[in-house]
């Protein structure tokens, strides 16, 4: 069997599957991902055995040390990824529950239901752990999910999904409701996305090259999240400790992610106050900076910015720093050169605070806080897919609730149309 056709008959079980899990109750949902975190504690010895094949292979291949690590399913990885399943059956189960129900003057009850997508196809890289957290996340919220990791952790990815199968099995629940593309091939994704008569959304999860391709190439609708260019805007109002703290977590605290700070936007009045002592600090964490022409006037020896800097998502210790003579100017480059990921302002003026909120078009808008808490468990949704920056349909972190849409429910006595 060729790997269209492989694709093309996993894609039809998926759908079978759709449908059966959509009829589940929270109950069994949950009873289902207990076992399967159950599963992975006893299966630990094959699991990391199966993981050790990958991340030898890894070191051959002279993957980072950061790729390797990402890579390693150590005890306490497999613990954690027991605990997040556990953790999303805890959580409140959004299919079947109502957004609102209001009366018609005729009589009729219309109601919006939430419902699960369908089947989801979910394409990324390197992390095992996703395996776990997308087949958790799309059993609770009633999803069928057909994934396709990295072919650097096929091993480790195989083994994971197999346990995840046991587990549903073992529950009374359709083993094809998560499935894994048994193969390292690229035209695997290829086939994957021309399944546009059975899968309903594909989420690509991974690096910008990944996504642009996937989104490309699909015949399916596709949440993207190319790259995270997140700014702060520090006020002319801001209280200076209060930012210097803000801009030191944002960047510094984990400055590989997608929502550490990029940008540094600075009012030109808090500008010779904060910047220097910034700097300072900046410099003991190891941060290069990159300074626009007004930001050098005050840190004369840091690197020139240029415009290739405004856009870029550096993963890495350096953040572009840019002087702006107004709340306008500051607007005005966030939507210029944002990715519509993550943006704060550190402000004590209450009006500046709620006009960046309405017009800083990004998924996630912070007054006073850190950028890093655009993540679906720091802000309540207990576990997340990933953070989409397209806004059809889900717009921010991909909770359980954004992995359901809503049909509408109408209730009669008999009311006929004239």
């Known amino acids: 069997m060729n790997i269209e056709t492989t694709v093309a008959e996993m894609a039809k079980a998926a759908g079978r599957a759709a449908r059966a899990l959509a009829r589940c109750s929270s109950e069994e949902k949950n009873s289902a991902l207990n076992r399967i975190a159950e599963k992975l504690i006893e299966n630990k010895a ?14 051959n291949q002279g993957l980072s040390a950061a790729m390797i690590d990402r890579l390693t399913i150590t005890d306490k990885v ?27 003057p005729n009589g009729l009850a219309v109601s919006r239901m939430r419902i699960p997508l369908g089947v989801i196809g979910i394409i990324y890289e390197s992390r095992p752990n996703v395996t776990i957290d997308a087949a958790g996340l799309c059993i609770k919220s009633g999803n069928a999910v057909i994934l396709r990791g990295g072919s650097e952790s096929l091993h480790s990815n195989q083994i994971l999904a197999e346990t995840v199968a046991e587990g549903l099995a073992e529950s009374g629940l359709p083993e094809t409701a998560v499935s894994l593309i048994p193969v390292r091939e690229r035209e695997a994704v290829n086939a994957l996305l021309n399944q546009d008569a059975h899968v309903d959304l594909i989420i690509p999860r991974g690096g910008e090259g990944l996504i642009r391709f996937v989104a490309e190439n699909s015949k399916i609708p596709v949440l993207k999240h190319y790259k995270g260019v997140c700014h702060v805007y520090v006020d002319a109002s801001a209280e200076t400790g209060m930012a210097m703290e803000i801009c030191m977590n944002a ?31 900046f410099g003991r964490a190891g941060v290069e ?25 550096y993963l890495d210790l350096i953040l572009a720093v840019k002087t702006v003579a107004s709340m306008d100017e500051a607007l005005a480059h966030i939507a210029a050169y944002s990715s519509q990921h993550t943006e704060a302002i550190v402000t004590s003026h209450y009006q500046r605070a709620h006009r960046f909120l309405q017009e800083a078009d990004s998924s996630v808008v912070l007054v006073n806080a850190s950028t890093r808490f655009n993540d679906g468990g720091q802000l309540g949704l207990g576990a997340e897919m990933g953070i989409s920056t397209s806004k059809l349909h889900a717009f921010g972190p991909m909770g359980l609730r954004e992995l359901t849409t809503t049909k509408f429910v109408v209730l009669g006595t008999g009311q006929i149309r004239t």
């Open 46 to 59: 094959e699991i990391q055995a199966q993981n050790a094949k990958d991340v030898d292979a890894a070191k």
């Open 78 to 104: 497999l613990s954690t990824m027991a605990d997040g399943l556990r953790e999303v059956a805890a959580l409140e189960d959004p299919v079947g529950s109502m957004d609102g129900t209001w009366v018609r």
């Open 251 to 281: 960047k510094v605290q984990r400055p590989g992610v997608c929502n550490a700070m990029e940008t540094l936007l600075v009012h030109q009045d808090a500008a010779q106050t904060f910047l220097p002592e910034m700097a300072r600090q």
């Open 289 to 313: 900076l990159r300074g626009c022409k007004k930001t050098r006037q005050i840190l004369p020896d840091i690197i020139p910015a240029t415009e290739a800097d405004w856009p870029e998502e």
